[in-house]
């Protein structure tokens, strides 16, 4: 268990915060000898071995300017992590730290006994935090989950995204899950999941499947990652005769099969992408790192807004993230007036893995935008919130 995680090449600081905690603290502490920040949480977290450590201590001889920028980062991607600076303490500073998402501040020369105190401070609140960020209880009685991936543009990663969604739900519910395209005129999860059906959304929503759960599920195509599929018929035309009223029906049909239906949607708010979000419980809306994707998604979440149409739960996600596009994630967020919830960053992994017709979350792939997309899974995973409880949540793919 490793709860401590120290950025910093000051060897005497290093051996007081480990008399700290083996005088009183469960946990262990790991050090990075830098004095140099990594430019990003994920850089960061990429040197922590086992567990998700509780606190991050920067410094002392990391740059300030450096160690805010990140903080605010960690504050938005993991404010279940708790980031103390450590360096000279003066009241600007440590308004701008606070303001940073930075928890405490630390002087360089403090004592075991004050550290002690300090880290268990930190510990309590990245708990309280943690349990503020529990996943969704599972539904009771019947009913899955519908979950709606939609964004306002095309070429988002809406369908890498619901792909991957699928896939890695299906580790959770196996033979529970379902991927529904419901981009009825140009879907493409058939050639996201290499998959070449023998019936569609249209079979599904006309003659005996419309009645009967057991005709529908025959309508189903099976996937090796133990998950099912409906896609979309293969031409436009056909795609058209499929109204809102059918999908909700559809959706209020597979829920009660399935623990999670997943559905992947058009560009925009058309007639079949609204039916989806108003028999969603929860919408994941995406966005690229780009102003018109952000301009539009904010749109796009006020005429929801205005139409009620928000599902109970929303998570945001930024994907092709990349930190040369001018964009912060702060910036996003300022638009949209909403935290992100899950960043994926832009990454060769992907585009090649869809090409190829495997979802990245099919195989145990390390790639930082795999992390990223099981991280969006574990939103959904009410086991995690139970293992979060117990304290044994562990990072994914370390
Ligand atoms: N994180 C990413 N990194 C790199 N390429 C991506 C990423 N996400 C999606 N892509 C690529 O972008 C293209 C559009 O993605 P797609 O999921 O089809 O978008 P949409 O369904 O919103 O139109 C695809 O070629 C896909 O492989
Ligand atoms: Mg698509």
Do not use: W
Request: proline share 7%; charged share 20%; net charge negative.
């Amino acid at each position: 268990m490793s709860r401590f995680f120290l950025v910093t090449d000051d060897t005497g600081f290093d051996q007081r915060v480990r008399q700290a905690i083996s005088g009183g603290l469960p946990g262990s502490v790991q050090t990075l000898r830098e004095v140099r920040l990594p430019a990003t949480p994920a850089e960061l977290l990429h040197h922590v071995a086992g567990e998700m450590p509780e606190v991050i201590l920067l410094g002392p001889g990391v740059r300030v300017d450096e160690a805010l920028q990140l903080a605010a980062v960690f504050d938005v991607q993991h404010p279940e992590i708790s980031l103390v600076l450590v360096c000279a303490v003066d009241p600007d500073l440590a308004l701008s730290a606070l303001r940073a998402g930075i928890r405490d501040v630390l002087e360089p020369a403090a004592d075991p006994d004050t550290i002690r105190v300090l880290l268990e401070r930190a510990c309590h609140a990245s708990a309280s935090r943690r349990r503020n960020l529990l996943p969704p209880a599972a539904p009771e009685g019947p009913g899955g989950r519908i979950l709606a991936v939609t964004s306002p543009k095309g070429g988002v990663g809406k369908t890498t995204v619901a792909a991957n969604l699928a896939v890695g739900l299906g580790r959770v519910a196996p033979m529970s899950t379902v991927l529904v395209d419901l981009d009825v005129q140009f879907g493409d999860v058939a050639t996201a999941l290499r998959l070449d059906p023998e019936h569609t959304l249209v079979d599904a929503v006309t003659g005996a499947a419309a009645q009967d759960p057991m005709v529908l599920k025959a309508f189903l195509s099976v996937h090796p990652a133990s998950i099912y599929a409906l896609c979309a018929p293969s031409s436009p035309a056909e795609g058209d005769r499929i109204s809102g009223e059918n999908i909700v029906h559809l959706l209020k049909q597979l829920a009660s099969e399935f623990q999670y239906v997943v559905m992947d949607t058009a560009p925009g708010l058309g007639e079949q992408t609204l039916a989806a979000l108003e028999a969603a419980t929860d919408a994941v809306f995406l966005c690229g790192m780009d102003v018109p994707s952000v301009r539009g998604l904010r749109k796009e979440l006020e005429v929801l807004g205005q139409l009620q149409l928000v599902p109970e739960t929303r998570r945001i996600v930024v994907n092709t993230a990349d930190r040369h596009s001018g964009l912060s994630v702060q910036d996003i967020e300022a638009v949209l007036g909403a935290p992100v919830d899950v960043v994926i960053p832009r990454s060769r992994a992907v585009a090649y893995s869809m090409n190829k017709g495997e979802p990245l979350l099919q195989d145990g792939s390390r790639d930082p935008a795999a992390k990223a997309l099981r991280r969006l899974v574990e939103r959904f995973d009410p086991a995690r919130a139970d293992q979060q409880r117990r304290g044994l949540h562990r990072r994914a793919g370390l």
